[in-house]
């Protein structure tokens, strides 16, 4: 490479430095070029980004006493029961009439007439199209996405009231087994109802793997908070976030990291953050009730919720 060819990407260089350079930010009708200036406005306006705005002050105890809606029974009873065929006739008779025929060439009239003939095979020629509607859609997806779905992985999950006839027919017709519950997903357990204290005690056997495994090197005190940091604490992240886990099962996680290394420091001390005196270890408490509140926050922040008061 001769002296030519190095002086043009220099050039290059040098114009992409520019044309990614901030030489002026305009701020409330103000223009700002001195580049401290430009920098103390970025660092405000991220410091303020996710602050609560109009003086909204959080009441904790409120989140305790909050009693969300719920269906009642007999309306949860109707989302899953199946069409009858009497609603799809209610459903056409208030249509309008005289409307060109569908794709298949048949009419709304059509159907009104011969209805009572044709309904039961009807209703079963719905279920099937359904089905085959649905799987449709999943391989066409997965042929935009060029990731197919693996129909001998995958399985079907139904309300505990379906009916074991239709679940027969759907997984057949979809070619997709039953899938029961507790099963789970991105490595987290999943559930209809509430999980069991076992079931969460689960997360702590990937800690514990972890742990033995360097029970038996030589690691020093700051290399042992930077595991627990980095790798013990962040494994039961995902399933705070996605479940209410148990403070019994957080307070024995909590053990084991404590039982590594650090079982002669007071662990209130070891949990505090190192401007306060601490080693900076996540306490498990405290951010489980951060993560289910920058869920709640959002709610907390609207002003049309009635019965809510912050």
Known sequence: M???NIKYFHNLARQKKKKNQISELHVEGRTISDTKNILKEFMKWYENLWQIDDGIQVNWDTLKELKWKKLPKESHSDMIKNISASEIELAMDSLGRGKAPALDGFSLEFFLKFWESIKESFM???CKKSCLYVKEALNYDGELTNQRINY???ELYFPSAFPKQKKEEITKLMSIKEGFFPFKYLGTNIDKSKLSVNIQRQIMGKAETRLNCWASKNISQTGKTILL??????IPIHSLATSWINEKVIKEYASLARNYGFHLVN???VSLSKARG??????LSLVKISIHAKRVLPLLMRR???GLSC
């Open 278 to 283: 601490g080693l900076g270890v996540k306490d």
């Open 124 to 126: 079963e020629t719905c």
């Open 2 to 4: 001769n002296d030519k």
């Open 152 to 154: 001998n992985k995958s």
């Open 229 to 234: 940091n980095l790798v013990v604490n962040s």
């Open 267 to 269: 662990w209130k001390v």
């Open 304 to 306: 049309n919720m009635d």
